[in-house]
């Protein structure tokens, strides 16, 4: 069974970075599409960043400039490089997973980790 645990969200203030892991068990994160998304108070989850089984990335028009994902196949473990954040990307940032790949950002996922907060003070 594929289990995903997110960590490294915290406050920081804006403009300032972060760097939140997707750390990966029960399978080789190498094998599987992953993706961020977030959701912040009172409103629905939506999609962040996905890197997929060949490498290919992409990120969602409103972080593009200023989040980056990579993987590290060797640590297991699915990265989301925050920079110049905004109040506004304040949300619980959770990571996904699926075994097939699928392009676009309405993909449904298999494997969900619990989230890991960000917040972002003015």
């Known amino acids: 069974q594929v289990q995903l645990v997110e960590s490294g969200g915290g406050l920081v203030q804006a403009g300032g970075s972060l760097r939140v892991s997707c750390a990966v068990s029960?399978?080789?994160?190498?094998?599987?599409?992953v993706a961020w998304f977030r959701q912040a108070p009172g409103k629905e989850r939506v999609f962040v960043a996905v890197?997929?089984?060949?490498?290919?990335?992409y990120v969602a028009n409103s972080v593009k400039g200023r989040f980056t994902i990579s993987r590290d196949n060797a640590k297991n473990t699915v990265y989301l490089q925050m920079n110049n954040l905004k109040p506004e990307d304040t949300a619980v940032y959770y990571c996904?997973?699926?075994?097939?790949?699928?392009?676009?950002?309405?993909?449904?996922?298999?494997?969900w980790g619990q989230g890991t907060q960000v917040t972002v003070s003015s």
């Open positions: 996904a997973a699926r075994s097939s790949v699928c392009y676009g950002d309405h993909c449904s996922y298999n494997y």
């Open positions: 029960g399978g080789s994160v190498s094998s599987y599409q």
């Open positions: 890197i997929n089984r060949s490498d290919i990335s």
